[in-house]
């Protein structure tokens, strides 16, 4: 049934919740029992509960993964086999699309349009497409001497801890999922407590698919006690930490105080947008700015906060930006034509609200927006807001804001726009706007950050590594580079007899 024709409300209703641990292939009781409720933050409603893991449950989940992986049941099949399970998951994923969406939708209060556009085939696509990679993929023999010979191979690496966030929980968890899944690891998967409800449902799904218990696990829970336990066990090789710099930061501590697991951190951004005066339609560029910025309410790690537009210019796009973000303005995000839902939790909109005060208060105008919106719904909703006069020393400027917050700065020339995006602390993505050929390619060069668009913001590729430079992270998800997270490189050497 297409989405405008089915009654989202009345699914809401209906939809009863299922919030326990999925432990060695079975939904199970957390040792304490303990539980906290899910709140939806379209309107504050209580939506079930969902059980507390502690260290004790995540101390069964790795012990069943570990199983899993030690008698060989997902690591020793081959890898077309392996492949025909991953496919039927990506298979039931697309099946389930309509729930999946809702889930999502309900927790972390994103439009129900994009839940069923972006997140759910995104998600089924990243597992897919590892699925077919993985048996195509060849090892390496070195070209040593005749005496002997080298191998060089890729094995999986055991257990593998999944950490993620709250804006895209099942693409950030399915982006760590495929390549450990597919390379024979097994896994123990730490939603947010802000959106537990898809993991859940993803690991019923993969069992439906036959995938073998205990290979996916999935434990519920706060990050300072189900998170802090998984990334402090012994016995867990690697951990896929996808959040914020201050709690990446732990994650290394973690790995230091426990058994030097291998960490890889994807984290925060605060992205540059440069639109140079030679580009050739500013208004392009000013719409694209607005629809990369305000996409999931601001809550996504790589858009682009920080737009550093030239003086000569600058009236001119600050003016099509302003005419363009009330198109984003909220609405409820279970109407199918709404474009921006609701920011996450309370705690979220006053964060946001916040650092629109702080951005007043440094001398900054709020050209547009500033306020929250449908406060009558008793959601958190705030409007899409754009701020004018920003000089790139402000908290707004420097700090991740993660909400439809954007900043305009201002540039003199070439080196100026390179030094002010280049002044940050993150360098995830960034953005150049330029029809001088050369110009391009030398500022897209000289950007530090993981991705670099060029008179475009949102092209995006499974086939793509996607990561940071300096504290936006390690590592890269996606592509076949994610492979080389999860699993550790093996050299046999066998002597040859003349
Ligand atoms: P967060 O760091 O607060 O939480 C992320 C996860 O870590 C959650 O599951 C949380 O429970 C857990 N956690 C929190 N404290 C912990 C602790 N002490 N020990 C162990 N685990 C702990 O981040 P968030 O608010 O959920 O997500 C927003 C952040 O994620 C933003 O900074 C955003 O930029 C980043 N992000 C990055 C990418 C990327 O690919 N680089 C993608 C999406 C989001």
């Known amino acids: 049934m297409s989405a405008n024709r089915i009654n989202w409300h009345e699914r809401a209703a209906a939809l009863r919740i299922d919030g326990r641990p999925l432990i060695g292939g079975r939904r199970v009781d957390t040792q304490s029992g303990e539980q906290f409720d899910c709140i939806s933050p379209i309107d504050a409603r209580v939506l079930g509960s969902v059980s507390r893991g502690q260290a004790t449950d995540i101390d069964t989940a790795v012990q069943s993964a570990r199983a ?3 008698d060989g049941r997902w690591a020793a099949r081959a890898p077309a086999a392996r492949k025909r399970v991953l496919q039927r998951f990506a298979e039931l994923i697309l099946a389930a ?5 809702l889930l999502e939708t309900l927790d972390m209060g994103k439009p129900i349009q994009y839940a069923l556009s972006v997140d759910v085939p995104a998600t089924a696509r990243c597992i897919a497409w590892y699925a077919e990679a993985v048996d195509k993929i060849y090892d390496e023999i070195a070209p040593t001497g005749a005496n002997a010979l080298a191998l060089i191979q890729r094995e999986a690496m055991g257990v593998i801890g999944v950490i993620v966030p709250w804006n895209y929980p099942m693409i950030m968890a399915a982006w760590k999922l495929g390549p450990a899944l597919a390379a024979g690891n097994s896994v123990v998967l730490k939603p947010s407590e ?5 993991a859940l449902r993803l690991a019923e799904l993969a069992l439906e698919a036959g995938l073998p218990e205990g290979v996916f696990n999935v434990v519920p829970g706060f990050g300072h006690e189900a998170g802090e336990a998984l990334a402090l066990h012994m016995d867990v090789d690697a951990i896929g930490f996808t959040g914020s710099t201050r709690v990446g930061r732990k994650m290394l501590e973690y790995a230091g105080r ?3 697991k291998r960490v890889y951190n994807e984290l925060g951004g605060k992205s540059a947008f440069l639109v140079f005066p030679d580009y050739e339609d500013i208004a392009l560029a000013a719409k694209t700015v607005a629809g990369a910025m305000f996409f999931n309410q601001g809550e996504s790690c790589n858009a682009p906060s920080r737009v550093f537009v030239h003086e000569s210019i600058a009236d001119e796009f600050a003016a099509v930006v302003a005419a ?7 609405g409820d995000p279970l109407d199918p034509r709404t474009v921006m839902g609701a920011l996450v939790d309370e705690g979220q909109l006053r964060t946001v609200m916040g650092y629109i005060e702080a951005g007043r208060a440094e001398g900054a105008t709020a050209m547009v927006g500033g306020s929250q919106a449908r406060s009558e719904s008793g959601g958190y909703f705030v409007e899409p807001t754009v701020f004018d006069g920003v000089n790139n020393q402000m908290k707004i400027a420097r700090e991740e804001i993660f909400g439809p917050v954007m900043s305009l700065l201002r540039f003199k020339d070439e080196a100026d726009a390179l030094a002010q995006a280049n002044d940050s602390s993150y360098g995830l993505q960034a953005s150049v706007w330029s029809s001088n050929i050369d110009r391009a390619h030398r500022v897209a060069r000289q950007l530090r950050a993981g991705t670099v668009h060029v008179n475009q913001y949102d092209e995006d590729d499974i086939t793509v590594p996607f990561g ?10 996606k592509s076949l580079h994610a492979f080389d997270k999860y699993t550790e490189l093996k050299t046999t050497w066998l002597k040859i007899k003349a």
């Not at 802000?194 to 898809?198: G, M, N, R």
């Not at 940071?468 to 998800?477: L, M, P, V």
């Open 68 to 70: 899993a992986f030690n």
């Open 97 to 101: 699309k309509d729930e999946l969406a």
């Open 194 to 198: 802000k959106s537990p409800l898809t």
């Open 258 to 260: 426990s058994n030097l």
């Open 324 to 330: 363009e973000a009330p198109k984003y303005a909220p």
């Open 468 to 477: 940071g430079y300096k504290q936006s992270g390690n590592g890269r998800d």
